[in-house]
C-alpha cells in the first residue's frame, strides 16, 4: 500500500501510484489523462520531486518526455493553490468586462477562467488572497483565460520551467522584454522572469509589437 495525499481512483492518485516505483515512465502512453503535465504540476505543489527526461519509447516509437517520481515522500513545504474567493473572481471578471486576453472576445463569465500571470509551477509560497485588493493588483496579479487557452499556457510555462526556454504564440520569436530563455541571473521563483512572455501578459505584448512594427 503506497500512501498518498490524494484522493482514490483519481488522475492524480493514478499517476502517482505508477510513478511510485521510482522508473522512469512514458508521459504519452503510460501516464493517464490528457494532460499529464496538469497532474504532475500538482503532485510537485504538494513537495514531491519528480525528474523529467526525454527519451526513446519502443512503444511509442519516438522520443517522448519520461517522468520519474525521486522519493515517495515529500522533500519540501507543499504549496497549493488556494480556491479564489468567489468576490474576487467576480471583481477580476468585471475588471476586464469578461474580456478573454487572447482573443479579445468578450464572453460569458462560466467560458473563463482567471489565470494567475505569474504560473504555478514557479510559485514558491502559498497564496494569500484579499478579496478587495485594488484595482491595480488584479491587473497585476491576473487575467482572463478561456480553459484551453488556459491549459496551452500550461503546457509552455512548466517547460519554460523544465528548460529555461520562454513559450512563444503561434510559433512568433518576440519578447518585448529580454529573449526566449529565462534570465539565468533571476532566481526559478521571481516573477521578474517572466516579463516578455506572451503568456505572462498578452495585452503588453501585442501593444509593444504593434509600437515596433510601426517603425
Same mark, same amino acid.
Request: charged residues 25%; glycine residues 4%.
Given at each position: ?8 481512483? =483519481? %488522475? ?12 522512469? *515512465?512514458? &508521459? %504519452? *502512453? /503510460?501516464?493517464? &489523462?490528457?494532460?499529464?503535465? %496538469?497532474? +504532475?504540476?500538482?503532485?510537485? @505543489? ?14 511509442? @516509437?519516438?522520443?517522448? !518526455?519520461?517522468?520519474? $517520481? !525521486? ?11 488556494? @480556491?479564489?474567493?468567489?468576490? $474576487?473572481?467576480?471583481?477580476t ?8 486576453? +487572447?482573443?479579445?472576445r /468578450? ?13 504555478? !509551477? ?13 484595482? /491595480? ?6 487575467? $482572463? ?22 513559450? =512563444?504564440? +503561434?510559433? +512568433?520569436n518576440?519578447?518585448? @522584454? ?6 539565468? =541571473? ?5 516573477e521578474? &522572469?517572466? !516579463? &516578455? ?16 512594427? %510601426?517603425?
Amino acid at each position: 500500500m503506497v500512501n498518498h495525499p490524494f484522493k482514490e481512483g =483519481t %488522475k492524480l492518485a493514478k499517476n502517482f501510484l505508477i510513478l511510485s516505483d521510482g522508473k522512469w *515512465h512514458c &508521459g %504519452k *502512453h /503510460e501516464l493517464p &489523462g490528457t494532460q499529464p503535465a %496538469k497532474a +504532475i504540476q500538482i503532485i510537485r @505543489q504538494h513537495g514531491f520531486q519528480i525528474e523529467n527526461k526525454n527519451q526513446y519509447c519502443s512503444v511509442c @516509437q519516438d522520443k517522448t !518526455v519520461h517522468r520519474r $517520481l !525521486v522519493s515517495r515522500e515529500p522533500i519540501k513545504p507543499s504549496y497549493l493553490r488556494l @480556491q479564489l474567493p468567489a468576490r $474576487l473572481r467576480r471583481r477580476t471578471l468585471d475588471y476586464y468586462k469578461n474580456n478573454e486576453a +487572447i482573443t479579445l472576445r /468578450e464572453m460569458i463569465p462560466n467560458q473563463l477562467e482567471v489565470d494567475h500571470r505569474f504560473p504555478q !509551477v514557479r510559485w514558491a509560497k502559498d497564496e494569500i488572497y484579499n478579496p478587495d485588493m485594488p484595482n /491595480e493588483e488584479i491587473q497585476k496579479k491576473f487575467q $482572463l483565460f478561456t480553459r484551453e487557452h488556459n491549459l496551452w499556457k500550461s503546457r509552455y510555462c512548466e517547460h519554460c520551467f523544465r528548460t529555461n526556454e520562454r513559450g =512563444t504564440f +503561434i510559433g +512568433i520569436n518576440y519578447f518585448y @522584454q529580454g529573449n526566449k530563455y529565462w534570465n539565468n =541571473t533571476i532566481a526559478s521563483d521571481d516573477e521578474n &522572469g517572466c !516579463v &516578455g512572455c506572451f503568456w505572462y501578459d498578452p495585452e503588453t505584448w501585442r501593444n509593444s509589437l504593434n509600437i515596433d512594427l %510601426k517603425k
